[in-house]
């Protein structure tokens, strides 16, 4: 693990029963207790294998909207992978990917 883990749980007086009852997740999110360890940051860092979906979905919580899906794929083509991102001054999130042949 890296990075700050921070764990999120109902208040003692909350009815769980209830939790459907929110008009979105953000007010569920916002109802519950927060605690976070200190410390700094960390960079995400995953080996997919063949056993992983298309599509996963990464959030985080100390930066605000930021977040959405990394596709999965079998097979990688390094020059199609720069045409796409030739057009992009840089990135303002680092995520290390290890692709296996």
Known sequence: ??????????????DRRLDDDFESFKKFNR??????????????????????PDIVYYNSFTQANM?????VIDSFNQRIYEDLFSHCASFKAQIKVTVIP
Not at 31 to 48: A, I, K, N, V
């Open 67 to 71: 977040g959405w899906k990394i596709r």
């Open 1 to 14: 693990m890296t990075g700050r883990l921070c764990v999120s749980k109902h208040k003692s007086n909350h």
């Open 31 to 52: 109802s519950l207790e927060w605690s976070c360890e200190t410390g700094d940051p960390g960079t995400l860092e995953f080996t997919p294998n063949s056993t992983w």
